[in-house]
């Protein structure tokens, strides 16, 4: 399977947002990949009085991405936009998945919700307007076993782990992780739930500034298994792939089989 991630600077012109992540489709597909991801918020980041309307799963936003995956031949990951939530008040954060045919194969909402108070560099209560989703999802991609999480979803080596037993051999991360905790953490954590869950990770997200203040580390990057970084995209929009061997899944689970000897 040939996967690619797109890196993208989504704003608060969501038309513009769209138009961006469309093309950056047209371009993994015009490189062979099987499957591309997107980030989190893939169709707006700025201020909350101007985000678009929550929409149901079948609603403009995917009846977009839909059609891409239709027009183009492969499956897409639409990284995660505002579904219409449990109440007024409230959205999910949520994930969908088309294959080729256009078809809504997944939906994942965020479990977990990024609430922080950094003195002086962030505060943030996403679960004051995002409800948290419930579920954990493993969709089949092209036969593949893809676990599902977005963003801060990974800080909770726990969910992986769930996914990983539930049969995922991939993991894909849709996010917008910002600049000051993505500089040490992202790809630290990124490997780690590689390494621990023997699985490959495909990491796509935001980078550079967007308004009110707030600027998305990038780095999107697939990683194998073994934990290696195998493709990393640089700090710009744009794709890059990589072919993920799934034999080598196997391979490593055999020859280290930390998931087979785990006792708890």
């Given amino acids: 399977m040939r996967v690619a991630v797109c890196q993208l600077n989504a704003r608060e012109d969501r038309t513009s947002n769209l138009a961006m992540a469309r093309d950056l489709l047209g371009r993994a597909a015009a490189a062979g990949a099987t499957l591309a991801v997107l980030p989190e918020y893939v169709d707006y980041l700025g ?8 929409e149901p799963v079948d609603g403009e936003f995917a009846a977009f991405f839909a059609d891409a995956a ?3 031949g492969i499956w897409v990951h639409a990284g995660s936009f505002h579904e219409a939530g449990p109440d007024p008040s409230r959205t999910w954060n949520t994930s969908l998945v088309f294959s080729p045919a256009g078809e809504l194969v ?9 609430d922080v108070e950094i003195p002086g ?3 943030y209560q996403e679960s004051r307007t995002v409800a948290p989703g419930d579920s954990t999802v493993v969709a089949a991609v092209d ?4 676990g599902m999480s977005i963003c801060y979803d990974l800080r909770f080596p726990e969910l992986y782990r769930q996914l990983a037993v539930a049969g ?12 000051h905790t993505g500089r040490d953490h992202w790809e630290v954590l990124l490997r780690a739930r590689a390494i621990e869950n ?29 934990g290696t970084v195998v493709a990393q995209a640089p700090d710009v929009v744009g794709v890059v792939t990589a072919d993920l061997d799934l034999g ?17």
């Fill in 106 to 114: 997944a939906t994942y909402r965020k479990i977990h919700l990024y």
């Fill in 70 to 72: 239709r027009e183009l």
């Fill in 168 to 179: 995922a051999q991939v993991f894909v991360v849709p996010a917008a992780f910002m600049l």
């Fill in 198 to 226: 023997q699985c490959y990770v495909v990491a796509a997200g935001q980078i550079g500034d967007h308004e009110p203040g707030r600027t998305c580390f990038g780095r999107s990057m697939i990683i194998d298994p073994w």
């Fill in 248 to 264: 080598r899944v196997a391979e490593i689970r055999t020859t280290v089989p930390s998931l087979a000897n785990r006792r708890l």
């Fill in 143 to 146: 036969g593949v076993p893809v």
């Fill in 47 to 54: 201020p909350g009085a101007g985000a678009p309307k929550p």
């Fill in 121 to 123: 560099r962030v505060s």
